[in-house]
């Protein structure tokens, strides 16, 4: 009954604590580290250029080898790379935080992406296959969604609170306590799970589908330091997008291929991805212009900033609880186009910031607001990609939308960021990106009304919705 919810057995919920407990932990490493930076250059001597790659060496690996990876657990066992992957992740955050210098730093910061990367894919992978499609799905999927943006969140305060308390190193040290609070609970609570046939790896698709994401993600990590019109910006992307498009071509010849064409197909997995990439990038600028405006145009301290961003997170617990039962109503696709829309909506709410003090409150209710129509929209997507595809297919469904996830957040700030760091003066500037912003979500939103085929008020994918 969506109106009361599934009951989960206690086995039930500490499967699903251990699962959302390391995406958290993943969630939390994007943000932790952010109002850390100039802290962490000084004490490790990093210019200003340098410290980009505190950002940019976590998020290459772990948007790169997502697919990769979720692959992998699909076909040799995604209980095992999870178990690696917190592995991994765990002792990547010792390493970063008795960092002596910058290049034992940014190894563990590398690290931590690549055990990011196992993780998240076959930690979502195991979540839709632990959970049936349905109510009990929808429920997990919505936990886990409002976990995913509190983290983000929880991140930027924690981050400043541990920063002033007991310097940077502390950031780092509060994601290893994570990994060693998880590691221990999950080889016993997990079930090993992976496809009943062991066909071979696509080695030729790895290779040009990690190679193209690597290269893309870099080049828009990089271009908001160098700018889009450089000449090694342009190189690389161009460079990704011709690997990408040999991926394409491979996966069209290959039998054993490393992501179904078909499956890219379907109406709900390719417009669901668009809906995913669309409100995690627009999201994710919106929350760092209105870091640089609250700070630097109204003066706000790092620890008031964290306060505004804590309603913020407050707001998504909240969605987070309610969402499943609107999917249950009204079903994934209009709850994905009505997150979409309410998040451009309120994002341009945004526009008649000033520098007067009554705009703190403006800004606290508009993005909190907005954030809760961002869940509805993430944990719609999710459901929409993931719904109907084999148990077999499930890490690669799952790495497509953790990848968009990753891409998203990457790709938002260089892309519209920049803009506002770059104007004359930062709150014209920060106008024109929540613009140019609302008016992306508020596009995509038309588009992915009109594309999306036909989705079940449960928000399940019947076969209509395959192209």
């Excluded at 690597?214 to 190189?235: E, N, P, Q």
Aim: overall charge neutral.
């Amino acid at each position: 009954d969506p109106d009361t919810g599934p009951r989960l057995s206690t086995r039930d919920k500490l499967v699903l604590f251990v699962l959302c407990a390391a995406q958290f932990m993943v969630a939390l490493d994007f943000s932790v580290l952010n109002v850390a930076l100039p802290v962490l250059g000084q004490d490790l001597g990093m210019s200003t250029s340098a410290l980009q790659w505190a950002v940019t060496a976590f998020a290459l690996p772990s948007g790169g080898f997502l697919l990769l990876f979720g692959r992998i657990g699909d076909l040799y066992g995604r209980r095992r790379l999870f178990l690696g992957g917190l592995a991994l992740f765990g002792a990547a955050s010792v390493l970063a935080t008795l960092a002596w210098d910058p290049a034992s730093f940014l190894a563990g910061r590398a690290l931590q992406g690549l055990g990011a990367a196992a993780i998240v894919p076959t930690g979502m992978s195991l979540l839709t296959t632990t959970f049936a499609e349905g109510p009990a799905r929808d429920r997990a999927l919505g936990i886990s969604g409002t976990l995913l943006s509190l983290g983000f969140t929880v991140g930027m305060v924690a981050g400043g609170v541990l920063t002033d308390a007991f310097g940077w190193r502390s950031t780092m040290g509060l994601l290893a306590l994570f990994a060693l609070i998880v590691l221990p609970l999950a080889p016993g609570l997990l079930p090993e799970s992976r496809t009943p046939e062991r066909p071979r790896l696509d080695v030729p698709g790895a290779v040009t589908v990690t190679g193209g994401l690597l290269s893309v993600i870099y080049a828009l990590s990089t271009a908001a330091d160098r700018g889009f019109g450089g000449a090694d910006v342009i190189t690389t992307l161009i460079v990704g997008v011709l690997l990408l498009v040999a991926f394409v071509a491979v996966e069209s010849r290959t039998q054993s291929p490393l992501v179904s064409l078909p499956m890219l197909k379907r109406r709900t997995v390719a417009f669901g991805n668009l809906g995913g990439l669309v409100t995690f990038s627009m999201m994710s600028t919106v929350v760092f212009v209105l870091t640089l405006y609250l700070q630097d145009t109204l003066g706000l301290s790092a620890f008031e900033t964290g306060l505004v961003f804590g309603v913020q997170g407050v707001a998504s617990a909240v969605a987070g609880a309610y969402a499943p039962k609107v999917i249950g109503r009204f079903g994934a696709r209009r709850t994905l186009v009505g997150g979409l829309a309410g998040q451009g909506v309120l994002t341009a709410a945004l526009l008649p910031l000033d520098e007067s003090t009554w705009s703190v409150w403006l800004a606290t209710a508009a993005v909190s607001l907005a954030s809760m129509c961002h869940l509805g929209a993430i944990i719609s997507y999710g459901l929409a990609v993931t719904s109907g595809v084999p148990d077999d297919e499930q890490g690669l469904a799952t790495g497509l939308v953790t990848s968009t996830q990753q891409i998203g957040i990457t790709v938002g700030i260089p892309l519209l960021g920049v803009l506002a760091t770059t104007s004359s003066a930062l709150l014209p500037g920060v106008h024109l990106v929540l613009t140019l912003d609302a008016t992306i979500v508020l596009g995509a939103a038309l588009f992915i009304s009109a594309g999306l085929g036909t989705v079940s008020r449960t928000g399940r994918e019947t076969a209509r919705a395959q192209s």
